[in-house]
C-alpha cells in the first residue's frame, strides 16, 4: 500500500511539474477599480468565460493559474471590458491607468502591447482633428481648403488604421493574436458584415486561423446577413 500512495504521490509532482504557470501581477491608479472584483475571461463554447477574478486592493490584483494552452483573454470589470492580454507561460505585468493600459513580460503580450500602442497613436492623431480644424479657423485659412485637408488627412490616417490591423491579424493567424484582434475588430461592428478588410484577411490567413471557433461563426453569420442583404437588393 505504501508503494502505492508514494507512486501516486510522484506521478502527482511529475504531471505538475510538466504543467505550465501564468501569473499577472496587476497594478490600477485608477481610484474607481479600489475594492472592485476585475473578472479574467476567455472566449469559450461561443461565449466570454471567467477563469479567475482577484480584487483590486491597495492598488495592486493577480491571476494566477495552470496553463493548458496559450489563449486570448480580457479583463472584465462587471460587464465592462477593460482591456486584452495573452494567457500564456510566465509572468505578465499589467497596469491600469486613466489614459493608458499594458501588459508585458511575455512575448505575445509584448507584441499585442507594442501593436496596441501604435494604433492609439493613429486615433489620437485622428481625435486631434477636429481642435486643428477649429485652430485654422482661428487663423484665417478658406474653410473649403481646411475640409479638403482634413478630409485627405483623415483618410490617411483610417487607411494607415485599416493596414496596421490587417498586417497585424495576418502577421498573427498562425497563433492566438490574430483571431483575438479579429474578435476586437468585428465587435465593434453593428452585426457581421464581409468588408473588403474582412474578405483580404479571410482570403490570405491561415487554416488555424479560419478554424478559431470565434472566426467561423463569424464568418457564416456574416455570409448569411449578406445574402439577405443581395435578396433584399434584387427585390427593388
Known amino acids: ?84 492580454l495573452v494567457i500564456e507561460e510566465g509572468q505578465v505585468d499589467m497596469k491600469i491607468d486613466e489614459n493608458i493600459q499594458s501588459a508585458t513580460g511575455t512575448p505575445l503580450n509584448d507584441s499585442l502591447f507594442s501593436f496596441i500602442k501604435r494604433k492609439t497613436q493613429l486615433e489620437t492623431q485622428m481625435a486631434e482633428l477636429p481642435r486643428r480644424q477649429s485652430q485654422m479657423i482661428m487663423a484665417g485659412m478658406d474653410l473649403d481648403e481646411i475640409t479638403q485637408q482634413l478630409d485627405e488627412e483623415a483618410q490617411g490616417l483610417s487607411r494607415q488604421n485599416d493596414r496596421l490591423v490587417t498586417h497585424f491579424i495576418l502577421s ?55 445574402e439577405k442583404i443581395r435578396e433584399q437588393h434584387y427585390k427593388k
Open 1 to 84: 500500500m505504501k508503494h502505492i500512495c508514494y507512486l501516486l504521490t510522484m506521478v502527482s509532482i511529475l504531471v505538475a511539474s510538466c504543467s505550465s504557470q501564468y501569473v499577472v501581477n496587476g497594478m490600477s491608479t485608477v481610484e474607481s477599480l479600489e475594492g472592485k472584483t476585475l473578472y479574467l475571461k476567455v472566449y469559450q463554447n461561443d461565449d466570454m468565460e471567467t477563469i479567475d477574478s482577484s480584487s483590486v486592493v491597495h492598488g495592486k490584483f493577480r491571476f494566477s493559474g495552470v496553463l493548458d494552452s496559450t489563449m486570448m483573454a480580457n479583463v472584465f470589470l462587471g460587464e465592462t471590458s477593460v482591456m486584452p
Open 172 to 226: 498573427n493567424c498562425n497563433n492566438v493574436l490574430g483571431p483575438g484582434i479579429f474578435m476586437i475588430l468585428t465587435s465593434s461592428y453593428r452585426f457581421p458584415v464581409l468588408n473588403p478588410q474582412i474578405e483580404e484577411i479571410t482570403t490570405h490567413a491561415s487554416p488555424y486561423f479560419m478554424n478559431h471557433p470565434y472566426v467561423r461563426e463569424y464568418l457564416k453569420a456574416a455570409e448569411a446577413n449578406m
